[in-house]
């Protein structure tokens, strides 16, 4: 079946821009995840959602940052205003509950912000 | 504060020669514990979990508490092995946030 997948896979936009990052799960699950990895540092949590409430979004960065999940399945995380620092690959996952299961993860979006 | 760390960033073997890659981690409980596995232009994907207590690949990892480690290990290399490996935690109070360390690129080499 297919796996979880991640639009656009490379992003490049002009620091103030406003961009946003699409990703569909693995269809039937609940549980969907973001996660920013920057360069040469493990990916790192930003929000976690059950369904179509983002459960935990302690790992967003500020408040440019935010993230929906309107239908329980495709997430759209939206970044506005953004800067250099935002430059990292942005993954999304995805997994059946969302308790101790397996999270499958997508191929990522390459953000570069100039 | 949850922490993995991953001391070597690269590592570097011949294959047919044992393997381990290290892994700390810093919990104040008892956190689930995991290998993730990246090979070149693939997505990462789970490789193995301490609860699970398989050999995947030929690569086993055994949780030490007393030394907080989860190392990777694995008897005799192989050139597909070659790959960036992460260790990550789940702390028992969240059931999902995957806390990863900064990984360690692995090269077998022929």
């Known amino acids: 079946g297919a796996g979880v997948s991640q639009t656009p896979s490379n992003k490049v936009t002009e620091k103030g821009k406003y961009v946003e990052l699409r990703c569909d799960p693995i269809s039937g699950h609940t549980a969907l995840y973001w996660y920013r990895q920057s360069l040469g540092q493990g990916p790192e949590f930003l929000i976690y959602f059950q369904g179509t409430g983002a459960a935990d979004d302690s790992g967003l960065p500020n408040d440019r940052f935010f993230a929906v999940r309107p239908e329980g399945s495709v997430s759209t995380l939206k970044i506005q205003r953004t800067e250099r620092g935002d430059s990292a690959v942005y993954l999304c996952a995805s997994s059946l509950t969302g308790t101790s299961d397996e999270q499958f993860f997508g191929p990522g979006t390459r953000l570069t912000v100039l | 504060a949850q922490r993995v760390t991953q001391p070597e960033k690269l590592l570097s073997v011949f294959k047919g020669a044992p393997v381990e890659l290290k892994c700390n981690y810093s919990?104040?409980?008892?956190?689930?514990l995991f290998w993730y596995v990246q090979y070149s232009r693939q997505r990462l994907q789970l490789l193995l979990r301490?609860?699970s207590r398989e050999s995947i690949k030929g690569f086993t990892a055994d949780l030490n508490k007393g030394e907080t480690s989860f190392h990777l290990k694995k008897p005799f290399a192989q050139e597909e092995d070659s790959a960036m490996y992460y260790c990550a935690l789940i702390g028992r109070g969240s059931n999902y946030k995957l806390t990863f360390g900064k990984g360690t690129l692995l090269t077998v080499n022929p």
């Open positions: 919990y104040s409980g008892s956190p689930e």
């Open positions: 301490h609860i």
